[in-house]
């Protein structure tokens, strides 16, 4: 969206600021014009941080726990098997729950044991064998994986660049466009920056959990094709020049 006004009063007589830019404010007088400008940086992401969740069932707590462990493992043997580095591995939220009869809420028929994995990998050309590899190895409900990239600083910087050549473009020729000349600068502001992009999920119902540990060969045959695409850097500044005549 687009901002543009011009101003008549001393900027400083309208805007709150911090006490360090008071003196250059000051400066400030007379017609002003604020503009805004938008950035965006389209990149491959080089990172992925994946969160599993694991899940087991049994009749006994201890035999939930047993068979939780064995989960965990599963997935863990994967991803070194991949060559994904311990210090990226990280379990953490071991539960282990009564399962109550659906129509006897008192009376308890298992155990539940959940927890969780997270994982980075810096190979992406790896994930659909590493995500493969963890659904097929372990009684799996969700996935959840988070792209980003190892150069976010240059891509800010780079997004930070368009947004204020765009804001002094807009503002330029507005200036023109009202007989007047564009002057300094009295105030920058970033409004925003961040990175877009959307995450992959998969889900597996426990309906279909149970189908599936029936038949163990077309677990062990997943193939999920999963690329990351783009994402997106995103900045959002805002400018307020003096006008000149």
């Known amino acids: 969206m687009i901002k543009t006004s011009l101003i008549t009063l001393p900027l400083a007589a309208i805007l709150f600021i911090q006490p360090a830019a008071a003196q250059q404010m000051a400066q400030c007088e007379g017609p002003l ?76 028929v298992g155990y539940r044991g959940t927890s969780r994995i997270y994982f980075k990998t810096f190979d992406l050309a790896k994930i659909s064998d590493l995500m493969n590899g963890v659904m097929a190895g372990s009684d799996n409900l969700f996935s959840n994986i988070s ?19 765009k804001a002094y473009h807009k503002a330029k020729l507005y200036a023109e466009l009202s007989g007047n000349k564009l002057g300094q600068i009295c105030t920058i502001s970033e409004n925003r920056i961040y990175s877009n992009i959307e995450q992959f999920g998969i889900n ?39 006008l000149e005549n």
């Open 33 to 108: 014009i604020s503009m805004e400008g938008a950035g965006e940086v389209e990149s491959i992401p080089d990172i992925a941080e994946v969160m599993l969740n694991v899940k087991s069932e049994n009749k006994t707590e201890g035999e939930a726990l047993e068979d939780l462990s064995r989960n965990l493992q599963k997935i863990i043997d994967v991803l070194e098997g991949l060559k994904v580095q311990e210090e990226h591995i990280r379990t953490e939220s071991i539960n282990i729950n009564p399962v109550y009869h659906q129509r006897n809420r008192q009376e308890i």
């Open 147 to 165: 792209y980003s990239s190892s150069e976010k600083e240059q891509l800010e910087d780079q997004a930070r660049e368009k947004a204020f050549k």
């Open 204 to 242: 597996r119902r426990s309906d279909q959990m149970m189908a599936m540990e029936a038949a163990p060969a077309k677990m062990g045959n997943l193939n999920i094709p999963i690329k990351p695409g783009m994402m997106k850097t995103n900045a959002q500044v805002s400018v307020v020049y003096q």
